[in-house]
């Protein structure tokens, strides 16, 4: 044989490991194969490359340059078969398997030959180094996950990468990852962005089956994707083939098979229940039929999904707004079942010619539940009466079409164009009740309670409409990309307490203190406890826009064979306006760059050291249109009270305070962007810098390690001190100089006169200060029976605020939290923030025990979660300084020494405790494993699997996230019993199973 196979280096991205997406060639949703041809004897150029999926019949060719490289580019995610031909005849080739958004590279080295001899190269070294790759994160196939005792959602998914760690469990199912806070992610699916629209808590999904990849990016991602400050997770589904394919799934999540949860109580562990989730129950059942094949073969295909679920969730919870200063008073069961929960998915592929291409791209979420709420009796473990029901309608549908297309060999094209819909109204049943809590610290059946669930009414809708062009051009040694996309975001959101109010009773220790908007709102001067009880009434909203822009163009430039370098400048805008149409906010970002290298040192393909370096900007999402510019009022009013009434409402009000009862938090003028965006500002940004080493050690094993520093560029936060336009506070960048209007009078039109420039010691505001460090380790390792994952995480975020949202005290408001409304809430605020964890360590794979059988493990162990205590007062009463509202980190010790014998305590007497965060200890290390076993067999000619997930199989169920408020609300020195109890621990143990067949 005079062909000679000298190097075959074919290069294929590890489908779990440290590949992952090439920040050069691949965009999100296909792949890409670049190859090299180099010929003794001859010229590459007299040579033709094609790659061919053999399951679709989608073949391209490219004639190969002088050079000898040749790059297939917007490759949809598959195998290929890889061809070099010479005058129609092929002299080699190769199999080449390409994952989302990463580059498989092919080598040729040939001799010429006048002879039609073919090579075929099988059993090439496989090589996990991907050398146009400089992001992180991890890409995962759904194959992998079926094996693995994993969740089937996005979070569960992200938790499996380095660097994520759960999000508190009050903004649902989320992760945070590289210490940002969780809501400051962004999810696609098949490149539509499925994100939560309204707080960027959570992603839409479709049916788990549907899923073919999962890529998740973790930091030093690519120019194109935006709009985040924490992570991506970015999904590719299944296509139809020229093969028909049928299959049908069944899981089932028995919750007789479910360990009991836990309880916890006040003052310190000995007094009344806080949280019981004893008699939580979790039961599902689901299946799933799928078809997929082609209609018309080579050109048209289709791949369809129904998936009909069936779930009850019944758990008990506290009622009102006021959660963390009462305990669990209510018993929720909820059903989710019948046609309105049937989840469907599909996708339409047709290859118009081998170079253009169009996809449909559908799917719905949507699921209707019925809510039914009980009387609970925490302390007996008991469900009372019933007291009303709900129906709560989630989820929704998303449609997308792409246009994919090369135009010349150099120069491709995507288009896609698509839409999200998603709703979250809950509409109850039982209009007469409003919701009543009781804080005090009385036996549970003396507490006032109301006739019904509570709660408010109100629509709640979603929907993101978006554009994306995306060019690719190729130039010599450079890869060209530039993109524009938009979105438009429409929210419709109302809300209203039900009766117009919401009532919590507390009482008031002897000399403790109600602040107000003007520091102390009443003082109780009686001697003994004071009863009292608060109404909250939170109302208003309607429909808003945002729109949103972006351009980007990034050039990878392979310097050399071993040298690749990446630059890419990005520019948002984001424009938000409120029920008026007028706009009350708009931003357009400086240009963000994004720098990426990659360099094998040794220049055999087996090692490559990296780095990026960027910055990402947060766009203002459409919750701050609801809660700045929709007319919402809140205000809560304080009142003595002599008795209640049959539905819970208390009788004999008097305002405690006379005329002064009333602490506004938020008027019902929209806001306009003259008073609330101060001209200097700039929107939310992180700086991230990436440098790693990734080493294949063996055939089998890749080791890298990689240092990361974030930290915030700039903070967006809304500043509400007397500088501010006080109808509906200023955003600004904390620590900065700040130019606004302001609207005092509340009529939506700027104060004439009143625009001002204030330095950043007037404002006093300190700089918002963010930062995450780590250092991680990762080994992956892939042999024929075993493949193993294994993660270190060492890294400290730390700062004076977490981020859009505010875990510590369970605040969704992204970007206009308590955070920077005063000075004096930042007063303690430096520290290890609320995704804060010292050790983070991970691992999970996949072991087969026969051809038949393998099990499946995931483990974390993760060192616990910082603790702050946080008060309701502060030593200053100066209104520059604190706004009488909010949690502080002072404790007042209700000493007030007179000094000056006045016989009254002043202000500047009493006596406070300062605990800044972080400081009171941690959450308990947590250590969680799970297990699969996976049984392979035939039944006629259908390919069965039956699974068994155990999770959490140690069922250790250690404290997750505790109360940190350690004075009761708006109570200087009246401690919160609650203080320190458990809101929620791991999961208990429970056992799924699944059965699937494929044919
Ligand atoms: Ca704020
Ligand atoms: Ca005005
Ligand atoms: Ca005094």
């Known amino acids: ?50 790659a061919k999926d053999p399951k679709t019949g989608l073949t391209r060719n490219i004639e190969i340059g002088t050079d000898g490289t040749f790059r297939f580019s917007k490759l949809p995610v598959g195998t290929y078969e890889v061809a070099i031909s010479k005058a129609g005849i092929v002299v080699a080739k190769d199999t080449v398997s390409v994952s989302l958004g990463s580059n498989a590279n092919a080598t040729f080295d040939i001799q010429a030959t006048s002879g039609p001899e073919v090579i075929s190269i099988v059993g090439a070294r496989i090589n996990n180094v991907d050398l146009t790759n400089s992001d992180s994160g991890l890409v995962i196939d759904k194959g992998e996950i079926d094996l693995l005792p994993v969740a089937r959602n996005f979070t569960s998914i992200a938790l499996l990468a380095p660097g994520t760690v759960a999000g508190d469990s009050k903004f649902g199912q989320t992760a945070s990852f590289g210490g940002s806070s969780a809501a400051e992610n962004s999810c696609y699916i098949n490149g539509l962005e499925v994100t939560n629209t309204s707080q960027g808590l959570g992603c839409g999904e479709v049916p788990f089956e549907f899923y073919r990849e999962f890529q998740v990016k973790t930091g030093g991602y690519s120019a194109q994707f935006g709009r985040t400050t924490g992570g991506v997770i970015n999904a590719v589904t299944k296509s139809g083939t020229n093969e028909w394919d049928f299959a049908a799934t069944g899981r089932y999540i028995p919750k007789s098979l479910a360990s009991e949860g836990q309880i916890s109580r006040g003052n310190g562990g000995v007094g009344a229940i806080f949280r019981d989730t004893t008699n939580d129950e979790y039961n599902l059942w689901e299946y799933s039929v799928s078809a997929a094949g082609p209609i018309i073969e080579d050109k048209l295909f289709f791949y369809a999904i129904v998936n009909p679920r069936n779930v009850s969730n019944d758990f008990a919870t506290q009622s009102g707004t ?59 473990g008991q469900i009372g009466k019933y007291l009303g029901s709900s129906l709560r309608k989630r989820g929704g549908t998303a449609k997308s079409v792409t246009y994919n297309g090369n135009i010349t060999d150099d120069l491709s094209l995507s288009v896609m164009y698509g839409k999200l819909e998603t709703e979250y109204t809950n509409t109850p049943s039982n209009l007469e009740c409003p919701t009543v809590s009781d804080s005090r610290q009385i036996p549970a059946d003396q507490k006032i309670t109301s006739c019904g669930p509570g709660g408010s009414v109100g629509v709640n809708v979603d929907e993101n409409t978006q554009t994306r062009v995306d060019l690719q051009y190729v130039l010599g040694d450079h890869l060209l990309k530039a993109g524009y996309d938009k979105q438009e975001r429409f929210t419709s959101h109302t809300s209203a307490p039900i009766t117009g109010h919401s009532w919590t009773y507390s009482s008031l220790a002897p000399n403790a203190g109600i602040q107000g908007n003007d520091g102390n709102l009443y003082t109780n001067t009686t001697g003994q406890q004071l009863d009292y009880v608060q109404d909250r009434i939170f109302a208003g909203g309607g429909g808003f826009n945002s729109d949103l822009s972006a351009w980007y163009l990034e050039d990878s430039w392979q310097v050399t064979e071993n040298v690749m370098l990446t630059a890419g400048v990005r520019q948002d805008k984001f424009d938000n306006q409120g029920v008026t149409g007028l706009t009350f906010s708009s931003f357009k970002t400086d240009l963000a760059p994004r720098l990426g290298f990659t360099w094998d040192p040794v220049g055999d393909g087996e090692s490559k050291i990296y780095g990026t370096a960027g910055r990402y900007y947060l766009p203002v999402p459409n919750n701050t249109n609801y809660r700045a510019a929709s007319g919402i009022s809140d205000s809560t009013t304080y009142y003595t009270f002599t008795g209640h009434d049959d539905t819970g409402a208390p009788t004999g009000l008097n305002p405690i305070a006379g005329a002064n009862s009333t602490v506004v938090n938020s008027v019902p003028t929209p806001a306009i962007q003259e008073t609330f965006q101060s001209e200097e500002a700039e929107p939310f940004s992180k700086d991230e810098y990436i440098l790693g080493y990734q080493k294949q050690v063996t055939e089998e094993m890749v080791m890298s390690v990689r240092g990361i520093y974030r930290e915030v560029g700039t903070a967006l936060d809304d500043y509400c001190g007397p500088l501010a336009s006080q109808a509906t506070c200023t955003l600004v960048n904390p620590g900065s100089s700040g130019t606004w209007s302001l609207d005092n009078d509340g009529d939506a039109i700027a104060d004439p006169g009143s625009r001002q420039t204030y330095s950043a010691e007037e404002i006093g505001l300190p700089k918002a200060e963010n930062t995450y460090k780590a250092i991680q380790a990762e080994v992956n390792y892939t042999a024929d029976n075993l493949r193993l994952n294994f993660i270190y995480t060492w890294s400290k975020s730390y700062g004076n605020f977490e981020g859009a949202v505010k875990s510590d005290i369970g605040q969704a408001d992204p970007g206009v939290t308590q955070d920077f409304d005063f000075p004096a809430l930042m007063d303690g605020a430096e520290g290890y923030q609320a995704n804060d964890r010292r050790h983070v360590f991970k691992l999970f794979g996949t072991y087969n025990l026969t051809d038949d059988l393998s099990v499946g493990f995931n483990s974390t162990l993760s060192s616990g979660r910082p603790l702050s205590a946080f008060g309701q007062g502060y030593p200053s009463n100066d209104p520059s300084v604190y706004g009488s509202y909010g949690d502080t980190f002072y404790l007042y010790t209700n000493q007030c020494p007179d000094t000056n014998g006045n016989a009254q305590c002043d202000q500047s007497e009493k006596i406070y405790n300062r605990v800044e965060r972080g400081t009171v200890g941690r959450t308990p290390w947590t250590f969680n494993l799970d297990l699969s076993l996976n049984y392979d067999f035939k039944i006629s000619d259908i390919d069965m699997r039956a699974t068994v997930n155990v999770y959490n199989v140690l069922d250790v169920q250690e404290i997750v996230s505790q109360n940190e408020h350690y004075e009761a609300r708006s109570s200087e020195g009246t401690k919160n019993q609650y203080y320190g109890a458990a809101y929620d621990w791991q999961e208990p143990r429970y056992v799924e199973f699944g059965i699937s067949g494929r044919f």
């Open 1 to 50: 044989m005079n062909i000679r196979k000298k190097i075959i280096a074919v290069a294929i991205t590890s489908a779990l490991g440290m590949g992952i997406p090439s920040i050069a060639y691949a965009d999100n949703t296909t792949a890409s194969i670049t190859g090299s041809l180099t010929v003794s004897g001859a010229s590459a150029s007299e040579y033709t490359a094609t």
């Open 322 to 380: 006021r959660s963390q200063y009462a305990p669990d008073d209510q018993f929720i069961k909820r059903d989710s079942s019948g046609a309105d929960n049937l989840f469907w998915g599909a996708k339409v592929d047709w290859n118009i010619t081998d170079d253009h291409s169009l996809s449909f791209f559908g799917y719905s979420n949507r699921s209707d539940t019925n809510s039914d709420t009980y009387a609970y009796d925490a302390e007996e």
